[in-house]
């Protein structure tokens, strides 16, 4: 792919296996390649870690499990793993083959028993002979007042100890994999690492006291003790910044490119920016007009603008979005904005076109419901620039969507879109400005691994006049008081959101939980209180229950997490999250930000049920706390390193097989350094490193930017 595009990190990930070097050859092999690797354990592993056999590398360890813990029988703790030394008694060999095999054994202290389901006899006569010593190692449990062992991994005579690992590491699993299987492929896996050239500066390495790559992915497999399986630990701290790197340096390149590929210089004369600002009811917010002058900036130069703007829900991004898109037109051209759904794009389309059109700026809607001669009308007038602001969704990135003179794209919510669609779009005009809109808070962290170096802008400061929102937490028990108070509230005028709960990863059992919830509701307070959105609804029926709520002709929308973006809707100023528990924090900050968008006063209540896990309650009562987006954004990742999240559908940031970004988020810092440092020096990576880092890219399979570097 010829990679103009702009920031797109996960654009980084597509292999091109065309010029992997050859040293590689064997990791990106398939899983099958693998000796003792068979068609049905393939696909297990490829299920489980990825298809090639590099994937198999990066799992590491979780768990070590420690042989060397060699106790008497009677100091044998339940539960725990151990290494016994006894001299076998007797075989019970039970008359029917249900029931298990036991072996009876004792030390001076006392006797276990070991137990066998579907036991050989003859294989355990040999391994286990009457009145011989032997080692074996396994789970202890007690049962009644006996000690059992089950299946002990190893038996070994006494004088072979060498026999049983002195320390195992132990891998996550998956569903039909044995840990002795997933050892096995990973040892093999592991074989075929090679001793790669070192892409990292030595003087660096040296400082951290680093192992080179090979050395510290074998350390990271064999781990010596707990303290090995550490985010801080020395071979781990390799693996991660090696991977840190590939990806900033990815994204170094990728902006690089980006940057070269020549804009176009666009200035507005203001003429039409000043017109929408005297009709707008307010004055723009001190921050937005930072933005603002930092996006004319960008679009003034004569390199492409890649920015992002990020800013709370709520905090004003349309009215920054229109004045970007009404600079380009002032200067001849046409914009775009795209919006992930329909609804969106529609609601874009109302707050937009009234302003724009009062000003003499054409303005229509593309989506995918549009068909046959509507859409090939509208298609002629972009064509000919009679439209200047063209607002819809992916259907934009249609090929036969052509502008005359498309200079610059606003994309809301951008991690909805794929990357290929922002590819598509970008190759829409010269060069395209891009700003993209987002709503997530990311943490500083997260934003340097997806975007690298982007510039910024920020919403900071609320539009005035907004009340702050009143959040509670309520348990589940409490639920027939909360739809009573709902009921009342919806009386006297006001409106609710209603979040039916996630329920695992099954959206058909979300919207099943959808269902019966606004029918229990319909149920309580009639057919015309409620209105019901979901994902599996078609455009035009969710559009019609959005607009049913917002002209206020319900009062009570249910809808699953499809009212995460968008939607506005002043008159709510109730939201009831139900099994608010299951959401991740930035995912309850979206839904609350719903509502607290007018005069009166909001609330929110969290319903949750059963007991709270800690990290549960540390969500929810962080949401109780703050409506700080970038606050919660923090924690929400300090809490997703400990590793607890349920329900989480996750957007487009990228996923690391080796860094913790909320343990190695110093290392990141530094990969975006020392990335910055390298393009600088040798923008070709033509130098003995570069040729290294060229490895690195493709060993972590970010690859499909070698092709954009500068080419001497
Ligand atoms: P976002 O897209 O960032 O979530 P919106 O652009 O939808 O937020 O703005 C939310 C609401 O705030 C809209 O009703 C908008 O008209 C209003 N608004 C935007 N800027 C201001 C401002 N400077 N002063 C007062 N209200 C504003
Ligand atoms: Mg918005």
Redesign the pocket.
Known sequence: MGVRCPFVPTALCRPSSAVRPETLFGLFAPMQSLPGIGPRLAKLLEKSCGAHVVDLIWRLPREVVDRRFRPKIVDAPDGKIATLAVTVDKHDAPSDRKRPYRITAHDETGFLTLVFFNADKRYLMRELPIGEARLVSGRVEYYRDQRQMAHPDFITPVDRPEAIPAIEPVYPLTAGLTPKVMTKAIRAALDRAPDLPEWQDPAFLKARGWPAWREALLQAHAPDGPAALEPAATARQRLAFDELLASQLALAIVRASAKRAPGQSIEGDGRLCESVLRALP????GS?TAALSEIRADMAEPARMLRLLQ?????????VALLTMLTAVEAGGQAALLAPTEILSRQHLE?IAPLAEAAGVSVAMLTGRDKGKARADLLDRLGSGEIDILIGTHAIFQQSVDFKNLMVAVVDEQHRFGVHQRLALANKGRGVDLLV?T?TPIPRTLMLSAYGDLDVSR?TDK???RKPIDTRLIGNDRLEEVIAGVGRAAQSGAQVYWVSPLVEESEALDLAAAEERAAHLTHRFGEDAVALVHGRMKAAEKDAAMARFAEGGAQILVATTVIEVGV?V?NATIMVIEHAERFGLAQLHQLR?RIG?GEKPSTCLLVYGGRLGQAAERRLRMMRETEDGFRIAEEDLRLRGAGELLGVRQSGLPVFKLADLAQHGDLLAAARDDARLILERDPALQSARGAALRVLLYLFERDAVVSTLRSG
Request: hydrophobic share 30%; proline share 12%.
């Open positions: 307010f004055a723009l917010t937005q800013g709370d829900v709520g905090s004003g991004k349309t009215v707050t809109m709503a919403l539009p005035p006049g506005d002043p930000g968008r």
